[in-house]
């Protein structure tokens, strides 16, 4: 488990010799002082993103912790990637789902997070899951472990092509694949946004909404992927760098995470 000598002792003699009651005390431990730390923030972890053999499937997983001390320990680094590991071999409909299935033996994966609070005394908690499914789906982890991206292409057999555009993901963090995908409530905002500054310009209320409307096509060019000016070429967008692939080629689905 990895808890400290003087815990497991403590445990064993509380349970009276039974090693497996041993265990479940320092686990219930665990979830009890997990219960503790519910106020406190867990802004540093690592996020890694892990595709099947055929890259048809991708998931992310982001462990969360409180400092970069137990970030950067292989240990925890380790049962990330083995959260990942069940991840993609399970493929969970969502994180509660991917909570619920076996970590190691009879141990699920809520139990080990909330072990995880025990042995390290920090805040410990999965706090991103993401799954991505197409023809061809590729990964992006940046070296630091914080930042992770799934990419899915209509067309397999442009493996350098997914992970260009994965990186512009990780760059540029776009919203959306496409305007016609953007959330309502967004494209709702930025034009009451555009409206609240031409106002301020001095504007006529008659030219708001045209003016508004100027500032949101700008919008969805900065902040959909296809839209995007492509970062290895600026004379070109996203959609046109995959288009003087193939013509067939785009981005039908993609997933970014972020500590």
């Known amino acids: 488990m990895g808890a400290g000598m003087m815990d497991c002792k403590n445990a064993l003699t509380e349970a009276g010799g039974d090693f497996q009651g041993a265990i479940d005390i320092l686990r219930k431990k665990g979830i009890a002082k997990a219960a503790k ?25 982001a462990l969360q912790c409180e400092t970069d001390f137990v970030a950067r320990n292989d240990g ?22 991917l909570l619920d299935l076996p970590y190691e033996g009879s141990l699920s994966i809520r139990d080990k997070v909330g072990e995880q609070n025990g042995v390290i005394g920090e805040k410990i908690e999965l706090g991103s899951y993401e799954l991505v499914k197409g023809a061809s789906v590729l990964p992006y982890n940046h070296s630091n472990n914080k930042r992770s991206v799934l ?5 397999a057999g442009f493996d350098d092509a997914g992970r260009n555009v994965a990186m512009q993901i990780a760059a540029m963090n776009p919203v959306s694949v496409s305007k016609d995908d953007v959330d309502p409530a967004i494209v709702e905002k930025e ?18 909404e045209k003016i508004a409307m100027g500032r949101l096509n700008k919008f969805f060019q900065e902040n959909t992927l296809l839209s995007q000016k492509f970062v290895k ?14 013509k067939g080629l785009t981005v039908t689905e993609f997933k970014h995470v972020s500590l």
């Open 233 to 246: 070429d600026g004379n070109q967008t996203v959609q046109q760098y995959l288009h003087s692939l193939d």
């Open 37 to 61: 730390r519910e106020d406190r923030e867990t802004t540093e972890g690592v996020v890694i993103a892990h595709t099947n053999g055929d890259q048809t499937v991708g998931v992310i997983v």
């Open 191 to 208: 034009i009451e946004i555009g409206k609240d500054l031409a106002r301020n310009e001095g504007k006529p209320e008659e030219m708001l």
């Open 151 to 155: 990419v899915a292409l209509s067309k």
């Open 76 to 97: 925890f680094i380790a049962i990330t990637q083995k959260i990942a590991d069940v991840a993609l071999q399970n493929q969970p409909a969502n994180l509660e789902g």
